[in-house]
């Protein structure tokens, strides 16, 4: 609430040299929480405030995470990495208003501590300031997202020159905390035949709805088999055009086979 009563100050006095300044009320805050085997940090953008009081949109910038037998061990690390990552993948991102844990009293007991210490080697993240949480937090947090999937909690969206429709009072944005890729072996799984991870959903990119299908072709296959170092566009096309036709389909079975 203060910090919002801030940006609206600030907001109304810069509006003296600007008239047509739009106010945008995005925030962001770190979250920090461990549990038995695992400690995590995420950075979130708010916005979309609601006249109860709640937050409209929750957009997820990054998210750091590692299984640990001593979770609070790695704490540091977490920050650290939550703090390179942003810069890199939302480097428009505004400061953080604060750092939010999560947990038992314990847990952000540690968590505050280990903050206080870290902070002042983090440039800019100096003053941001500590809060916790109640330690049902998190399921508090799942009732009410249940309760928007379910239609409990509804906002009404206005767009001028149509009707106003219901819509999710909470709007959630995940990105992937990891990056995918896969391997190929054209060699029956030979273990020296493997070929160079191939990335096909990078780490922070935003979630897609729908499966990634990736499509294989008997004569690419046939091509990366039997290459010896590496192709340019247009070669790898030229010998995937001459492993085409019925003279080539034993190479190609071959190929396939052995993927």
Same mark, same amino acid.
């Given at each position: ?42 950075? /979130?953008?708010?916005?979309? %405030? $609601? #006249? ?7 957009? @997820?910038?990054?998210? *750091? !995470? ?61 003053? /941001?300031?500590?809060?916790? %949480? $109640? #330690? ?7 009732? @009410?997202?249940?309760? *928007? !999937? ?110």
């Amino acid at each position: 609430g203060n910090v919002l009563q801030a940006m609206h100050k600030e907001h109304q006095t810069k509006l003296l040299k600007s008239p047509d300044l739009v106010f945008e009320d995005d925030m962001l805050l770190l979250l920090t929480g461990v549990t038995k085997d695992s400690a995590e940090c995420t950075a /979130v953008q708010i916005s979309g %405030t $609601r #006249p109860d009081g709640m937050w409209g949109q929750f957009k @997820v910038l990054t998210n *750091v !995470s590692y299984r640990h037998e001593k979770p609070e061990s790695i704490i540091d690390k977490c920050v650290s990495e939550l703090f390179d990552t942003l810069d890199t993948v939302a480097p428009e991102a505004s400061g953080p208003v604060a750092m939010v844990a999560y947990g038992t009293v314990a847990e952000q007991k540690t968590i505050e501590t280990k903050w206080d210490r870290l902070k002042k080697s983090l440039e800019d993240w100096e003053e /941001v300031p500590f809060f916790s %949480t $109640r #330690p049902e937090a998190v399921a508090l947090g799942l009732a @009410v997202m249940g309760a *928007v !999937s379910h239609g409990r909690i509804t906002t009404t969206v206005h767009i001028p020159g149509k009707k106003p429709r219901a819509d999710l009072a909470i709007q959630v944005h995940n990105v992937a905390p990891c990056a995918v890729g896969v391997m190929m072996n054209y060699h029956g799984g030979a273990d020296d035949k493997w070929q160079p991870v191939k990335t096909i959903f990078d780490f922070d990119r935003r979630v897609p709805a729908g499966p990634y299908q990736i499509d294989l072709v008997a004569a690419e296959c046939a091509v990366y088999r039997n290459q010896k170092g590496e192709l340019s566009d247009e070669a790898l096309l030229k010998a995937i055009k001459d492993n085409e036709g019925a003279k080539r389909i034993p190479i190609r079975e071959e190929a396939a086979l052995n993927l």
